[in-house]
């Protein structure tokens, strides 16, 4: 019996098909990003979607194929090809679901459901209740079957790797719903073009089945409307999908924040304080012991004051990643602020500790590289052991931190284990330093002024500002009672900017008493000089008190000028700019380069007084001290010997070449009243 079909309905049954196989593609999506009932939901409603999508396409198909007699459809068959459909629909998103999907898998699963969808299809023919039956082209049939095991592999493939969500995949999927879709149609024509309908066939199923008028259009909105809502509801699950990541997202962002430092990614306090908590609770269940190690960047100000924050940052991270690189991964590092790390780590004895404080001292006080410039700071390092050194966070980290400045007082670049008398020094440091912040403002500092002669019976040429603080109930302190913590606290900068001003003050008043010969020398300290205020401190101290830079001499240790000598040679040639003198003090103690030291800006060197408190006990003082005077002789220098304090000794330095000497034999630090006292003793004299 010849048959013939419905161009429009051709077209449309395409259509139901691409849209079925872009809502199964999305449910599957679904499905796989879904656990719990949420899935369970998932499965159930794409099945229905899905299957019935695809029944919606075989059907419209089935309704487009026109006969020259009445055409109908028996219910219950026909709803057994659509129970079919759903079943394959549910078994193709289960096996979508599963985290693999296996050669040996995706071979099986075809097989099941391609022929899943042909039982569809020809159950749906039979529904037709043809008589005579409907007979099928044998080679036609199995085509179909193929077809539709070819389909559905890769269907199920593409299904699987298009699970994800996203602009690329969305483009991917649409593409894919194509083929798909034209696949199944494939298979239904294909299969539709097996069937052999025998000549004066009746249909059964035309007076009790289902009548076919209208029915395709129906059909078809029915099942578009069921597959838009599915995909609404799909599209609104991805939105809900991607604002509930950005949330959690954020959330992370938030807790990386409140838990993390910023700039080094480390944990911060409140981390390290959950982290010490923690570990004292093992410890004290398991019996063990664990160490905290305190550690301070020496020298770090320094690298800020310089080169900038921005510099000081970059050596923080890179200080981190260090650190990192000897920590293993079960300790805590975190970073408290500034300059301050911190390591929690388990220890069986106090070995371990010392052990890794030494291999983090090592390891920070290597040269730095920032920005094509090599930075040198070193790790001072406390350590404090649980239960031994206290039992709660507050008190390991407080001695950690006691521990860690002995260290700097021993010489920083190394470590110290926590001790009990520690925390009076701590106490008795925290109220000198406070004590100390308030000396400028209640003008407690005064200058005393040192002597510097060509002979004990003059004259004079010059006088070194040397620092006293006049500390209430406590009476006149010097230097070394201060000045380490002023350095270490950063305090040494306005206490030396006071010390600039004050001796360039006194220093006009003697001009002005007719004092033109002498000079007055002041001692920068290595965070004075580093520091990118002095050129103008001093400038506006000469300037403030009308003094000409001639009068005023800076004193540099050797080690300060030579600890980067780069930057000390910049700004020691802007310092001899202004006309100010520089004087390279304490001589022979350091590690001078000649190469630098010809080019420093300097106009005396000081021979340290280690070398003159020997020089007439017959041993190799003298030769040392002859080759600095000739050396400073060489380079144009005058030589000034410090710690004088016998007649053999200024005897011995006169014969060697010394231009002036300082010392307690020409004279000791006094107040200016009392040195210009002296000054008249000798002219009398």
Same mark, same amino acid.
Request: hydrophobic share 50%; aromatic share 6%; proline share 3%.
């Given at each position: ?17 691409? #849209? ?40 419209? $198909? ?20 659509? @129970? ?28 099941l459901m391609g022929a899943g969808i042909a039982a569809m299809h020809y159950t749906g023919m039979a529904a037709m209740l043809m008589m005579p039956e409907v ?20 269907? @199920? ?166 650190? @990192? ?12 602020? $500034? ?21 983090? #001292?090592?390891? @920070? ?321």
């Amino acid at each position: 019996m010849p048959g013939s079909y419905s161009a429009t309905l051709v077209v449309a049954s395409l259509l139901v098909a691409v #849209v079925a196989s872009y809502t199964a593609l999305t449910m599957a999506s679904r499905v796989a990003h879904s656990r719990g009932v949420a899935a369970g939901l998932w499965l159930a409603g794409g099945s229905f979607a899905m299957g019935l999508g695809i029944w919606a396409m075989h059907f419209v $198909g089935m309704l487009a194929f026109r006969l020259p007699i009445t055409v109908g459809y028996d219910l219950d068959l026909t709803v057994l090809s659509l @129970l079919i459909a759903i079943g394959s629909s549910a078994f193709a998103l289960w096996l979508v679901f599963q985290k693999e999907l296996p050669r040996l898998r995706l071979g099986l699963g075809a097989v099941l459901m391609g022929a899943g969808i042909a039982a569809m299809h020809y159950t749906g023919m039979a529904a037709m209740l043809m008589m005579p039956e409907v007979t099928y082209d044998a080679l036609r049939f199995a085509a179909s079957v193929l077809i539709a095991i070819l389909a559905s592999g890769a269907a @199920l493939w593409i299904a699987f790797r298009l699970r994800g969500d996203g602009e690329h995949v969305l483009l991917a999927r649409v593409g894919a719903s194509m083929a798909m879709g034209a696949a199944i149609v494939g298979m239904h024509y294909t299969g539709m073009a097996a069937a052999r309908f025998p000549l004066d066939s009746v249909c059964g199923a035309a007076l009790t089945g289902i009548p076919t008028g209208g029915l395709a259009w129906t059909v078809i909105g029915v099942t578009l409307g069921v597959l838009a809502v599915a995909l609404v509801v799909s599209m609104l699950d991805v939105r809900a999908h991607v604002l509930a990541r950005s949330l959690d997202k954020a959330n992370s962002e938030l807790m990386q924040l409140a838990l993390h430092d910023t700039l080094t990614r480390l944990p911060n306090r409140m981390l390290l304080g959950d982290r010490i908590e923690q570990a004292a609770h093992k410890a004290t269940r398991n019996g063990g012991s664990f160490a905290v190690l305190f550690m301070d960047m020496d020298g770090f100000k320094a690298v800020n004051d310089v080169y900038g924050h921005h510099a000081g940052d970059l050596l923080l991270k890179e200080v981190a990643r260090r650190i @990192l690189t000897v920590t293993r991964g079960e300790d805590t590092v975190a970073r408290l602020g $500034g300059d301050e790390f911190v390591m929690v780590m388990d220890v069986t004895r106090p070995e371990e500790a010392a052990e890794q404080a030494q291999r983090l #001292v090592d390891v @920070l006080g290597s040269p730095y590289l920032v920005h094509d410039t090599a930075m040198h700071v070193s790790a001072s390092v406390g350590i404090a052991l649980f239960p031994e050194n206290g039992l709660a966070e507050h008190d390991l980290l407080v001695n950690a931190d006691a521990a860690m400045y002995h260290a700097k007082e021993q010489g920083r670049n190394g470590y110290r284990f926590f001790e009990s008398a520690m925390n009076a020094n701590v106490h008795q440091q925290l109220l000198l330093q406070q004590a100390l912040r308030g000396a400028i403002d209640r003008r407690e500092f005064v200058l005393h002024y040192q002597p510097k002669m060509v002979s004990p019976g003059g004259p004079l040429v010059g006088v070194e500002a040397l620092l006293r603080w006049n500390r209430p109930e406590h009476g006149l302190i010097a230097p070394d009672g201060f000045l380490a913590l002023a350095e270490r606290t950063g305090l040494i900068v306005p206490i030396g900017n006071w010390v600039i001003d004050e001796a360039c003050r006194q220093m006009r008043a003697w001009l002005d008493d007719g004092h033109r010969d002498w000079t007055v020398a002041v001692n920068l300290s290595t965070m004075q000089l580093t520091h990118p205020g002095l050129i103008e401190v001093v400038r506006s101290a000469l300037e403030r008190h009308r003094l000409d830079g001639r009068y005023l001499v800076l004193e540099v240790t050797e080690y300060t000028a030579m600890r980067d000598a780069e930057a000390s040679l910049a700004i020691l040639n802007q310092v001899a700019a202004l006309g100010v003198g520089i004087a390279i003090d304490d001589f022979g103690t350091g590690y001078s380069s000649l190469l630098y030291l010809k080019q420093l800006p300097a106009d005396e060197l000081k021979i340290d007084r280690g070398f003159v408190t020997e020089l007439a006990r017959g041993n190799d003082d003298e030769a040392i001290v002859s080759a600095i005077v000739a050396l400073g002789k060489t380079l144009g220098l005058n030589i000034v010997a410090e710690g004088v304090e016998t007649a053999e000794q200024q005897a011995l330095l006169e014969r060697l070449g010394c231009d002036a000497m300082q010392g307690y034999l020409l004279g000791r630090p006094m107040p200016p009243e009392a040195l210009i006292r002296s000054v008249a003793h000798l002219a009398r004299s």
